[in-house]
T-cell receptor, first 116, second 114 residues
Framework: GAGVSQSPRYKVAKRGQDVALRCDPI?????LFWYQQALGQGPEFLTY????????KSGLPSDRFFAERPEGSVSTLKIQRTQQEDSAVYLC??????????????FGNGTRLTVT | KNQVEQSPQSLIILEGKNCTLQCNYTVSPFSNLRWYKQDTGRGPVSLTIMTFSENTKSNGRYTATLDADTKQSSLHITASQLSDSASYIC?????????????FGTGTRLQVTL
């Protein structure tokens, strides 16, 4: 596709429910990132994939958060037993190459998660 | 700890006026710095990249500067337009390590009014 696509655009979950957020990166992009963005804040790093390998998950806030990219393209961020503090916009970004320092990130428009 | 601080936090200017946004960083070792524009409800979009050897770079009405000695960058917007209303985020990449080593600022929220 022309850009990074994320779905759903909005998600409302009751506290305790599980949610799954999907990211379709730009075709051929090696690197894929997930970020969490609170209102009025910059994106906070969650996890990073190079193809299907999850190379860095140091930003995942708890073991309730899980991400996968099994075939090196589409990625899913899963949050189990959602809590109110999980409410945020979840941004996915992809990048063409893994090691090129000046390759820009291409962001999707995010999924706004509201936990009630 | 790597940090990126941006100022002002928010800014309101009249259409047609100029403005300058500031970014101070403590990321080390430094690789490059990008300015992103984030419209409301959208993902950030890269405006420009500054590497260690570059002092200034223009992209239309946007001009970015970098002072690697003082670890400061600025983004100057000339003849602002209503469509410039957005958050502007400074992102610094550190050299080495994994590709995930980016440090984001919290952004400057710019509102351009009539």
């Amino acid at each position: 596709g022309a850009g990074v696509s994320q779905s759903p655009r909005y998600k409302v979950a009751k506290r305790g429910q599980d949610v799954a957020l999907r990211c379709d990166p730009i075709s051929g992009h090696v690197s894929l990132f997930w970020y969490q963005q609170a209102l009025g804040q910059g994106p906070e790093f969650l996890t990073y994939f190079q193809n299907e390998a999850q190379l860095d998950k140091s930003g995942l806030p708890s073991d309730r958060f899980f991400a996968e990219r099994p075939e090196g393209s589409v990625s899913t961020l899963k949050i189990q037993r959602t809590q109110q503090e999980d409410s945020a916009v979840y941004l996915c970004a992809s990048s063409l190459v893994a090691t090129e320092a000046w390759s820009p990130l291409h962001f999707g428009n995010g999924t706004r998660l509201t936990v009630t | 700890k790597n940090q990126v601080e941006q100022s002002p936090q928010s800014l309101i200017i009249l259409e047609g006026k100029n403005c300058t946004l500031q970014c101070n960083y403590t990321v080390s070792p430094f690789s490059n710095l990008r300015w992103y524009k984030q419209d409301t409800g959208r993902g950030p979009v890269s405006l420009t990249i500054m590497t260690f050897s570059e002092n200034t770079k223009s992209n239309g009405r946007y001009t970015a500067t970098l002072d690697a000695d003082t670890k400061q960058s600025s983004l100057h917007i000339t003849a602002s337009q209503l469509s410039d209303s957005a958050s502007y985020i400074c992102v610094v990449r550190s050299r080495g390590g994994t590709a995930s080593k980016l440090t984001f600022g919290t952004g400057t929220r710019l509102q351009v009014t009539l």
